[in-house]
């Protein structure tokens, strides 16, 4: 926390947490949407599907941002001199 010349880097450490609390949130936003829908009888199922779908995308898409962030701070790693 007091590494001034940032020589260690506390993202790497949080990216799984971040993972867990992400997907928390993709879940409860889903389940709330999908609460929603129901209390509408038109094109119920239909629109479960695409909220499904669209959690299954957000929580790849979160995926894939982490694994970036990832790889570029083990780039840095192994590219230093």
Known sequence: ????????FITL????L???LGLAAIVANGVA??????QFEALKDYNT???IGGSLV???SLR???ELIVVIFRIEKNTRG
């Open 49 to 51: 599907l695409f909220l």
């Open 18 to 20: 971040l993972y867990i």
């Open 1 to 8: 926390m007091f590494d001034f010349q940032f020589k260690t």
């Open 58 to 60: 957000s929580a790849l």
């Open 33 to 38: 949407q999908i609460a929603a829908v129901h």
């Open 64 to 66: 894939v941002m982490l």
């Open 13 to 16: 450490k949080l990216v799984s």
